[in-house]
């Protein structure tokens, strides 16, 4: 019982969410709105008992895509009322995109009904141990028989950052750069100087 | 799984990333020219040290249960190691080129090497994957630091466009293999070449798995660029820094074709009838656009490209044949290739004005015979072997992969490549007429240094007549490795 109306409650405020993303004036607040859609998608995850998913869904899309977006929105400065401006003009292309992927959708079930495809059996080694949680079987499949290709994926991920440093980094002149030694071992006398000019002469530094 | 096993088979990809990851941390602190020749060495004798790890794999011929490491995911069997001690022999010698090149730019740093080691690390993942994720990781390992070797010429623009092309390309030939992984993985439920196979064993393919087996290949033939996904190569080929070049050419390209290789007779063996079509077009294709595109390039490294498509062809139809013979013809082809193209490329690289500074049209390298007699007989001998004529090397390794696809009974595919290396030969000729025949242009009259020198000795010396002396060895070497894929034989 407590199961179905949370899921109902899950999946009304994530379709309810998702209508404000596109329903707000102010960008800043549909980004807001999408940070809410995800935190209530996460919640139908672990309805599913897919736990990793709905973390990942809190931490990465969350933590770092929204957050990215809401970075993207406040420096931008885009004018929405000017991107709104042909939405009546473009709007029977947009209906034209709906009945597409609406006329895909139900070729789609009909095809299914027709008995759907034969897939391959799976070989047994993506099944869910029974005595374990799902975090923990991933942990025990990423950090046990797929070791060496996530070690390979981290070295992936190194070349990757290497390559981007070395194709984006340059010598820049010019630059008077922060030596912390001689700002430590620079005394009050040798900055100061005391002088007595004459009167109606600069002084010569 | 017994770590210990798998960690001794897997040794020279573990020497190659430590190796890698030491030398990278060290370029952070050294970034003078003598630091940056002293990692090239460091590297170059880091593939020294891993081909001698490897090379005990092919000598005893090692296949099947007994090579696979890491649960069924990584196999340093007799195949795996004669790729990849080409592989490193490939990549130590364009290595070597590289210092002399940039420099004269100022442009070299210690990050180049390590990022060869890293390509380096990736393609022997890719010729040691007997599975489709290892397959993938190694591939998308040797592809970014290839885009990035690609584009590491920073002040000249054409180097920035080649890097930018192979990134954008690269990137949509990864999306279209990954679909078709994605494919063949929902129709057979495994991931496993050996799965695969069994999987697919018994009646007809299924609809499901022949798409996926054709978007796999698609991705695979544009990683040799094979006809039709051949369109990015001579761009890349000619906007990249000639030492890298020299690299793509060989070593990127025996990784991807052993990959084929193991993909097509490993996995997908019991459907041979399903690839062996698309593979004779491809075959065929590369064959006749690899020739006919070369007839009107002004420049060497274009026509180079050029022929590197071309050879591919040529190596496609010892697998269209799908014998052992075909797959052990293709492997010494392979290595008669390797050793063509570094010598070009590294005869290309000695092209100086008095100044120093690169040639690369043909125009410029007319009377090259008078004014460096040497450095036109190498060209011309390795042209004489590209062309497949009789005495050089290069001949008998067309005459092995053509002999394969005869005893296959494939006698029209082996009548139409015969015909059309006929039209190759006609460039190949070209270049020679122009560097023994033609009035001197007295541009090329540079030095170049002697670690060229010896290379384009050492290489030619391979293809030259001399090479017959251990073709037997090779040809004994090319039946153990190609052996590994075909167990019931």
């Known amino acids: ?205 | 799984m017994d770590w210990a096993q798998s960690l001794r088979i897997a040794a020279p990809e573990e020497l190659l990333s430590v190796a890698g990851i030491i030398l990278l941390v060290a370029s952070a602190w050294g970034q003078t020219r003598r630091d940056a020749r002293a990692v090239t060495w460091l590297s170059v004798l880091t593939l020294a040290v891993a081909a001698i790890m490897t090379a005990p794999a092919l000598w005893s011929g090692v296949s099947g249960a007994d090579a696979l490491a890491f649960s069924g995911l990584f196999s340093g069997d007799a195949f795996a190691a004669f790729a990849k001690l080409l592989i490193y022999a490939a990549a130590g010698a364009s290595l070597l080129v590289a210092p002399a090149f940039f420099e004269k730019q100022n442009a070299y740093r210690p990050e180049y090497p390590v990022l060869v080691l890293f390509a380096v690390l990736g393609m022997s993942m890719m010729v040691s994957a007997t599975n489709l994720l290892t397959l993938y990781v190694g591939l998308e390992l040797n592809s970014l630091a290839a885009y990035v070797l690609a584009a590491f010429h920073k002040p000249d623009q054409r180097s920035a466009e080649a890097g930018l092309k192979y990134f954008v390309l690269g990137a949509l030939a990864s999306g279209i293999l990954l679909f078709g992984m994605s494919l063949t993985y929902g129709f057979t439920g495994t991931i496993n070449f050996a799965g695969i196979a069994t999987a697919l064993a018994g009646g007809a393919i299924s609809k499901g798995a022949l798409f996926g087996l054709t978007f796999v290949l698609a991705g695979l033939a544009f990683k040799i660029s094979a006809v039709p996904f051949h369109m990015w190569t001579p761009d890349v080929y000619e906007g990249a820094p000639t030492p890298v070049t020299t690299l793509f050419a060989s070593a990127p390209k025996v990784a991807a074709l052993a990959l084929t290789m193991r993909v097509t007779l490993e996995a997908f063996g019991p459907q041979a009838a399903a690839w062996q079509q698309i593979v004779v077009f491809a075959a065929l294709a590369s064959i006749v656009i690899g020739a006919l595109g070369a007839i009107g390039q002004g420049n060497i490294k274009r026509l180079l490209a050029y022929s590197s498509i071309n050879n591919v062809g040529f190596v496609l139809i010892g697998l269209a044949a799908g014998t052992p013979q075909g797959a052990s013809a293709m492997l010494f082809y392979l290595t008669v290739y390797v050793a063509m193209t570094i010598g070009g490329f590294v005869a290309v690289l000695m092209l100086k004005d008095a100044e120093g500074n690169q040639i690369e049209s043909i125009a410029d390298m007319a009377g090259l015979s008078r004014t460096r007699p040497l450095l036109a007989a190498g060209l011309a001998v390795i042209m004489f072997s590209l062309a497949g004529i009789p005495p050089m090397l290069g001949f008998w390794g067309k005459f092995m992969v053509f002999q394969a696809a005869v005893q296959a009974g494939m006698i029209t595919l082996a009548a139409l490549g015969i015909a059309a290396s006929v039209i190759g030969a006609f460039y190949y000729l070209k270049v020679v007429k122009v560097m023994y025949f033609d009035e001197p242009a007295g541009k090329a009259t540079g030095r170049s240094d002697m670690l060229h020198e010896w290379l384009l000795a050492t290489c030619t010396l391979f293809i030259s007549p001399l090479g017959y002396l251990i073709t037997k060895c090779l040809t004994a070497l090319t039946v153990v490795a190609a052996g590994v894929l075909f167990p019931g034989a």
């Open chain 1, 1 to 205: 019982m407590i199961t179905v109306l949370s899921f109902y409650l899950f999946a009304v405020l994530t379709i309810l969410s998702g209508a404000m993303v596109i329903m707000a004036r102010n960008p800043v607040h549909s980004v807001l709105w999408l940070i809410m859609s995800f935190f209530n998608a996460a919640g139908l995850m672990v309805l599913l008992g897919a736990e990793f998913i709905a973390m990942l869904l809190v931490i990465v899309y969350v933590g770092a895509v929204a957050v990215l977006f809401l970075f993207v929105v406040m420096m931008l400065n885009i004018d929405f009322s000017e991107l709104r401006a042909g939405f009546i003009k473009n709007f029977p292309l947009g209906l034209l995109l709906a009945a597409v992927l609406l006329a895909e959708v139900l070729i789609g079930l009909g095809a299914v009904g027709q008995g759907g495809i034969a897939l391959g059996t799976p070989d047994g080694s993506a099944a869910v141990p029974a005595d374990m949680s799902n975090i923990k079987a991933i942990g025990h499949l990423l950090y046990g028989k797929y070791l060496f290709l996530f070690e390979a994926a981290g070295i992936l991920l190194l070349v990757a950052m290497v390559g981007a440093i070395v194709l984006t980094h340059r010598k820049r002149g010019g630059v008077r750069g922060q030596i912390v030694s001689r700002q430590n071992a620079r005394r009050p006398d040798e900055a100061t100087v005391n002088m007595k000019p004459e009167v109606g002469k600069g002084v010569q530094l």
